[in-house]
């Protein structure tokens, strides 16, 4: 499986930027594609995420700002990142998990909040 990522860069606090994921190979049709995030100096958290059924996960730190969704279809992942603040300020990375322990990662976008 291989995902590339798009949508990361530079926004002033307050704002929005949003990333998306498509995932590509071997698919299988029960999954879960999601967001991690690593700020400098910290270990990667989880942002969120989002099965093929439909069901979402959050990281604390990102509920009610940051909203996931996903299209099947298109073996893509969209994460709408609003009212952006300095601490949002990592390189996110595309994650993908299927089968047993089968779990790919993404190169990994810069995502930078300035005052």
């Known amino acids: 499986v291989q995902l590339q990522a798009s949508g990361g860069g530079l926004v002033q606090a307050g704002g929005s930027l949003r990333l998306s994921c498509a995932a590509s190979?071997?698919?299988?049709?029960?999954?879960?594609m999601g967001w991690y995030r690593q700020a400098p100096g910290k270990q990667r958290e989880l942002v969120a995420d989002i099965t093929s059924g439909g069901s979402t996960n959050y990281g604390g730190p990102v509920k009610g700002r940051f909203t996931i969704s996903g299209d099947n279809a298109k073996n893509t992942v969209y994460l709408q990142m609003n009212s952006l603040k300095l601490e949002d300020t990592a390189v996110y990375y595309c994650?993908?998990?299927?089968?047993?322990?089968?779990?790919?990662w993404g190169k990994g976008t810069q995502v930078t909040v300035s005052s």
């Open positions: 994650n993908f998990l299927q089968g047993l322990g089968m779990n790919y």
């Open positions: 190979g071997i698919i299988l049709s029960t999954n879960t």
